[in-house]
């Protein structure tokens, strides 16, 4: 029971255009939502969070928008530059603390082509 | 600032023996969480160490077991390996004040059971 779903796999965007990464969750329960870039041998490094309470939170080229209503959350990166490319992991948790862990979904692996 | 430093990058182990995987926190961190990911999925929660006492489990067998040491560094042991516990293991370390926006990742273990 997959409870965080990134349902695309990779994602191929030009170099300056706006790249938009979804992820839908099931879980009502889910308070904070986070998204994670990783590059190869690397380990995942946090970019951007939201609060349930918000709709959009925005961090320079980076922008999170959540829908509580559909249960889905998306990142949009403006312009998107060629170090973008990278493997994208939306999480979120419930309760405060993180003592219950991340879930994450599979990823989004997007590629800026020049 | 050092950041998480994880050991041994690789391993091969054979099915039925025992793992132990190490992790040294960003310095200043006092928790240390530890993730499992499969091939082509997302990381999963395993649990969470703070103050050298587990304080959140994900859904792993008791025979995945772990420890804190009194510098906040940690520990990941897995007894009887199964062909399925082939996976890259990361460990993340935070302030347990810091949300969670402050978790920094290791570049992981990769563990091969064969």
């Known amino acids: 029971d997959q409870q965080v779903k990134q349902n695309s796999p990779s994602l191929s965007v030009q170099e300056g255009r706006i790249s938009i990464l979804n992820c839908d969750y099931t879980n009502s329960m889910f308070d904070y939502f986070l998204w994670y870039k990783k590059y190869p041998a690397e380990g995942p490094t946090f970019l951007i969070s939201i609060s349930s309470i918000k709709d959009k939170n925005e961090d320079g080229r980076f922008t999170v928008f959540l829908n509580k209503s559909a249960k889905h959350l998306s990142l949009h990166i403006v312009p998107s530059q060629p170090g973008d490319s990278a493997v994208y992991f939306c999480?979120?948790?419930?309760?405060?603390?993180?003592?219950?862990?991340?879930?994450f979904g599979k990823g989004t692996h997007l590629i800026i082509q020049p | 600032e050092t950041g998480v430093t994880q050991s041994p990058t690789h391993l091969i182990k054979t099915r039925g023996q025992q793992v132990t995987l190490r992790c040294s926190s960003q310095?200043?961190?006092?928790?240390v969480s530890w993730y499992q990911q499969a091939l082509g999925q997302g990381p999963q929660f395993i649990f969470q160490?703070?103050?050298?006492?587990?304080?959140g489990r994900g859904n792993f067998p008791p025979r995945f077991s772990g420890l804190q040491f009194p510098n906040y560094s940690s520990e990941l042991n897995v007894n009887a390996l199964e062909l399925d516990d082939s996976a890259l293991y990361l460990c993340a370390s935070s302030l347990a004040s810091a949300g969670r926006n402050g978790y920094t990742f290791g570049s992981g273990t990769r563990l091969t059971v064969v």
């Open positions: 999480a979120a948790s419930e309760g405060g603390g993180g003592a219950d862990g991340l879930t």
């Open positions: 310095s200043g961190h006092n928790t």
């Open positions: 160490y703070y103050r050298e006492e587990e304080n």
